[in-house]
Every structure is written in structure tokens, then in C-alpha cells.
């Protein structure tokens, strides 16, 4: 048979039954224990005052016999009818023969004894105890005892006990009524905290349960730092992605560094070659076009060797105080033809007054790159927008094709490119100079419906602007 599974509930019920009832136990029991302990007193107290009561009715007797007043025997008719009458007391005679009651009693070999306090018949045990007190009286020629027994569970106790015992239940009842509710009280939020994680961790990110974050103790504060945890996840998955392209990056550029020193200088001597060969050879229009094409693909494999060498080891930057509206409208002239030729329209929306700390050169360089990215995704032509944000971002938004999700994660990868024409290079080299000028840069897009690049820079506050 499964083991029945422990709920949250009674993990806390049980604990809070146990430190409210074991309170309530104890108190009864060292009440039930005080009285019983007064109740012992008062019962030796009353020994001694019988004692004490016969002592000094036998001293005035005696000292009536003394002065004539009482002949002896009717002094000792008087103090035996005296003892007699007083309850649980019993006078022995040492002149003359002890009954046999006397000497079967448990009590009888302290006769032989001194006047002591009080003896306990050690013979009793469990809940019950018994305790004789002997007291000779020498001159009479008798001994007196008091016998005495009492419980633990005496009938007395009981009764004294009876408002007690009534208050222990009713506050067993009230504890275990407020267990159970405090228990519900305090098991619920954790529930629906624990199934909220419970689903979040299955994905189902859309089925979240309540979760308790109105509560200012300890399960509100949990429940606020998993919420925080929930809105934070976005941001650090993109940090790990970041993390991830720097370090593709770094790799990626150390390869590219010794491969282009390797591939450049022969590459070097193989256009020198076709130079000296075209001036030496008696060349027609079409192998003169087939030389020149040779020469223009090696020059265009020396820009992608030196582009590799620029993301290998870029320079630093020399930052400075830049207008962003300006810079922008500078770059976007030297794009003039290249938007005609496309039928492109640029807008500048970018904030006047939004200033960044950044290398002028670095931030055109950006500018140009997303620019001629985003022409090659429009072959047909569209708009390409520059707007900034309240915080201080740039928003580089066009109305291409898109990326799909598959394609988005790896657009700054070196060599990564869906154009034919294209070496893969331009984003990479963007996504490094942004890092370089300890800037942000992020993607947003949707296939059919255009892409934006978003550029976080350090914002600089400009006197007079």
C-alpha cells in the first residue's frame, strides 16, 4: 500500500498541537501538583496541632494535680476521655500489655523510639502514602499516635481540581480549533506558492496561480523575490545570450587574426601577378574583363581580410560628447545615392537633445552598418526610421522582410548572412564596436512585418541643451 503523503497541513498542525497542548498539560500538572502539595501540608499541619492540643491538655491537667486541685485519678480519666474523643488518635498504655491491634499495626516497632517528628511506612508506593506521629508522654506513662494516610488521587484533590480540569479542556478545544486555522491560514499561500512553481517549472507559464504578493511576512517577501526572479528571467536570457555571441566573438577573432595574416600576404603577391601579367599580355576587351574581375575579387577578398583583421583587433575608442541627432544626419548623407538607387527614405526622429558619451567614428560606422542591412532587406524599396526613447535609446526600425526566430539568434554571428551577396560580417563588427563604447545593442523582429535595432549608449547630460 503507497504510503499516504504528509500534507503541508499537518506538517504545521501537528508541531503548533503539540507547543499549544504541552503547555496546557504542564500548567494542569504543576497546579494538580501545588494543591496536592498543600493538601500533604495541611495534613502533617494537622497531626502536629492534635499533637500539640493533647500536650497541652495533659501539661494543665498535671499542673492542676500539682496544686491539689485534681486528685491523679480523675486528672487521668479526664485527659483519657479528652484523647478518645479526638478523631484518628490513639493512646497506649506502656504500664500494661499492648493489644494485639497495637502490635500488628506497621507502626508499632516506633514505640521503642524517641519523641520524633514524622515516619513514613516505607512499605507503601504508588499513589498512596502513610506517616505515623508518636509522642511519649513519660510522666503519664503514655504514648500517643496519630496515624495519618493520604493519596495522590484523593477525593479532596478531585474537587479542587474540577475547575482546572474544565479549564485544560476548553483550551485544548479553542487550541485545536485556532491549530487548524492558522495551519490553513499559513499552509494556503505556500500551496499556491509551491504549485505556481510547480507550473512555471513544466512551462506552462500561462496557467500561473495565485500568488501571495499583497502579504508583508516572510511567504509575501518569497513570493515578491519569485516574482521579481519571473520578470528578471527575460533580461538575463538575454544576458546569457550576449555572453554567449561575446564569447563566439572573442573566438571567432582570434581565428580570424592568424587566418588573414596567413591568406594576406599571398594573396598579395597573386594580384601583383595578374597585374604584371595584363601589362605584359596583348589582352581583347574580353580577357581584359576577365583580369579586371580577378583584380576586383581580390580586392574584395582583402576587404573581408581586413574587416576580419578590424573584428579581431579593433582600435579603441576615443569617446566623446556627441550629438546623436547629428551624427545621424551626417552618416545618412553619405548614404544618399545608395537610398536613391533602392528608392529608400530615411527619417531622423531622434531627440536634439539626446547626447552619448561615444567614439564619433564607431557610432557612424554602427549607423552606416544597420543602414545597408536594412536596404539589402528591402529590395523593393520602404523606409528606414531613427527614433530615440525616454530612456535614452535609439530605435532603428525598417520595413523589411524580418527575421524569423530561428535566423535572430545568430545575425551577429561572424560570416552569418541570408544574402548572397553579403560576407556576414557587417553585424559582427557592429555588435563589437557597440561592446567597445560599453553600449547595448538588441533585436526585435517579425517575419513580414520589418525589423528594429535598439542602441543603448551612456547618456550624457549636455550644458544648454
Known amino acids: 500500500m503507497m504510503r ?26 504543576a497546579a494538580y501538583w501545588t494543591n496536592f502539595q498543600s493538601y500533604k501540608s495541611d495534613q502533617f499541619e494537622q497531626a502536629e ?35 478518645l474523643q479526638m478523631n484518628s488518635l490513639i493512646l497506649i498504655d506502656q504500664t500494661r500489655n499492648l493489644d494485639e491491634d497495637v502490635l500488628t499495626a506497621w507502626w508499632s516497632p516506633l514505640l521503642q523510639k524517641e519523641n520524633g517528628t514524622f515516619q513514613r511506612n516505607q512499605e507503601t508506593i504508588g499513589f498512596e502514602e502513610e506517616w505515623v506521629m508518636i509522642h511519649h508522654f513519660q ?65 506552462k507559464a500561462e496557467e500561473k496561480g495565485e500568488i501571495p504578493l499583497s502579504r508583508n511576512d516572510e511567504i509575501g517577501v518569497l513570493s515578491r523575490s519569485i516574482k521579481e526572479m519571473i520578470d528578471n528571467l527575460e533580461e538575463k536570457k538575454r544576458l546569457e545570450k550576449k555572453m554567449e555571441r561575446i564569447e563566439r566573438l572573442a573566438a571567432m577573432g582570434q581565428m580570424a587574426s592568424g587566418i588573414a595574416h596567413e591568406i594576406r600576404n599571398p594573396l598579395a603577391g597573386i594580384k601583383t601577378t595578374i597585374q604584371v601579367l595584363a601589362s605584359r599580355l596583348q589582352l581583347d576587351k574580353e580577357n581584359q574583363s576577365l583580369f579586371e574581375g580577378i583584380t576586383g575579387e581580390i580586392d574584395r577578398v582583402n576587404r573581408i581580410i581586413s574587416n576580419l583583421l578590424n573584428l579581431a583587433r579593433p582600435r579603441e575608442p576615443q569617446t566623446r560628447t556627441i550629438s546623436a541627432y547629428d551624427v545621424v544626419n551626417q552618416t545618412l548623407v553619405l548614404l544618399e545615392k545608395e537610398s536613391e538607387d533602392q528608392h529608400i527614405a530615411f527619417h531622423n526622429r531622434i531627440a536634439k537633445n539626446l547626447y552619448y558619451q561615444v567614439d564619433p567614428d564607431h557610432f557612424k560606422q554602427i549607423i552606416i552598418n544597420l543602414s545597408l542591412n536594412a536596404i539589402k532587406a528591402m ?87
Not at 66 to 75: D, F, I, V, W, Y
Not at 167 to 192: D, G, Q, W
Not at 405 to 425: M, N, Q, V
Open 4 to 29: 499516504q503523503k504528509r500534507t503541508i497541513e499537518k506538517k504545521i498542525m501537528i508541531p503548533f498541537l503539540i507547543v499549544v497542548l504541552l503547555p496546557s498539560l504542564a500548567i494542569g500538572s
Open 49 to 83: 496541632n492534635k499533637m500539640e492540643t493533647v500536650a497541652s491538655y495533659l501539661n494543665t491537667l498535671d499542673r492542676q494535680v500539682r496544686q491539689g486541685g485534681l486528685s491523679h485519678e480523675q486528672a487521668e480519666k479526664l485527659a483519657k476521655a479528652f484523647i
Open 139 to 203: 510522666e503519664w506513662g503514655w504514648s500517643v499516635v496519630i496515624p495519618f494516610s493520604y493519596s495522590y488521587l484523593a477525593e479532596p484533590l478531585i474537587d479542587i481540581q474540577k475547575n482546572t480540569l474544565l479549564v485544560m479542556i476548553i483550551a485544548a478545544i479553542v487550541a485545536v480549533e485556532m491549530t487548524i486555522l492558522l495551519s490553513h491560514h499559513i499552509s494556503r499561500p505556500i500551496k499556491n506558492l509551491a504549485t505556481f512553481c510547480q507550473q512555471l517549472g513544466s512551462g
Open 379 to 465: 529590395p523593393g524599396g520602404g523606409e528606414i526610421s531613427f527614433s530615440s526613447g525616454e530612456e535614452g535609446e535609439i530605435f532603428v526600425k525598417d520595413d523589411g522582410n524580418g527575421i524569423d526566430g530561428e535566423a535572430i539568434d545568430k545575425i551577429f554571428d561572424p560570416f552569418y548572412t541570408t544574402s548572397p551577396k553579403g560576407t556576414g560580417l557587417g553585424l559582427s563588427m557592429v555588435h563589437q564596436l557597440v561592446l567597445q563604447n560599453n553600449g547595448e545593442i538588441d533585436v526585435l523582429s517579425e517575419q513580414g512585418k520589418g525589423t528594429v535595432f535598439i542602441l543603448r549608449f551612456p547618456v550624457v547630460q549636455k550644458e544648454g541643451a
